[in-house]
């Protein structure tokens, strides 16, 4: 993981350095919504079943600079400024879930509730690559997002079974039990991103992007206790604007 950090920060620098010389620089931003999930890669064998997925209202907005390379108009580098949310909620079924309850280790079994809402700034530095005279941009690069504030917490159906080393019952029944992991939302956000934007004018278009985290979503602390490796995948779709 240092050395995607590494890259990332290289590119980042290089790219400022490449749009801080006296070259035309193009700039557009986007608009939209993040669709998608905060999710275990690989999904453990302890959730059995999903009920329900809601995707929350993800809004992000960017600031693209793009620097074409020299005797080109089709190729070039790029970076953003990046305001996003990402946020799902999930209804699943769990059995033997691993969990700290009562700040002990335990396990459930029964219907759960997992809720994220991570507001993030960030930056990512990306290849493009254009086409039918620049209608067309494609992307592919890295992301390094900042966390600015969460709230995660996962909600026990209080008829579920606990297990403990001191036995085993319902947890409250006919109540739900929360519990929070805002402390727990990794502070750092790193990962892929791919994206496309169709222009339909000259200036205005639309936008799509995927973004995947290579890094883990939560602190290690989180993935010990759950034995869940949560990691970003959203989607993107919203409007662009191009200035030049």
């Given amino acids: ?27 557009s931003t986007s608009l939209g ?20 997925w809601y995707p929350r209202t993800n809004p992000s907005f960017s600031l693209t600079g793009i620097h ?8 070039g580098i790029g970076f953003s400024f990046m305001v996003e949310r990402k946020g799902f909620s999930a209804t699943t079924r769990a059995e033997d879930l ?24 960030g930056v990512p530095v990306f290849y493009v690559a254009s086409f039918l005279d620049n209608r067309i ?3 592919a690069g890295f992301y390094m997002n900042l966390l600015m504030g969460a709230e995660f917490a996962i909600k026990l159906d209080g008829d579920g079974i606990i297990k403990t080393k001191d036995g085993e019952g319902p947890i409250m029944e006919g109540e739900i039990k929360k519990i929070p992991y805002n402390n727990l939302v990794h502070p750092m956000d790193l990962g ?23 890094s ?12 869940q490796n949560l990691h970003n995948i959203y989607a993107f779709t919203g409007i662009c604007y191009r200035f030049n």
């Avoid at 074409?68 to 190729?75: D, P, Q």
């Avoid at 335990?106 to 809720?115: I, P």
């Fill in 216 to 227: 883990s979503a939560t602190k290690d602390e989180f993935i010990q206790m759950t034995g």
């Fill in 192 to 214: 892929l991103q791919f994206g496309v934007d169709f222009y339909i004018t000259n200036q205005l278009g639309i936008s799509l992007r995927l973004n995947s985290g290579m």
């Fill in 98 to 121: 691993p969990i700290s309850f009562a700040g002990e280790s335990a396990t459930f079994t029964g219907d759960q509730n997992t809720s994220l809402d991570a507001r993030y700034i």
């Fill in 1 to 27: 993981m240092k050395k995607i950090l590494n890259i990332l920060i290289l590119l980042v620098i290089s790219s400022i350095g490449l749009l801080a010389q006296n070259k035309p620089i193009e700039w």
């Fill in 68 to 75: 074409r390379f020299k005797g080109t108009k089709s190729h």
């Fill in 33 to 52: 919504l993040n669709w998608g999930a905060t999710a275990p890669v690989p999904t453990p064998p302890q959730i059995t079943k999903v009920y329900a």
């Fill in 137 to 139: 941009n494609i992307y």
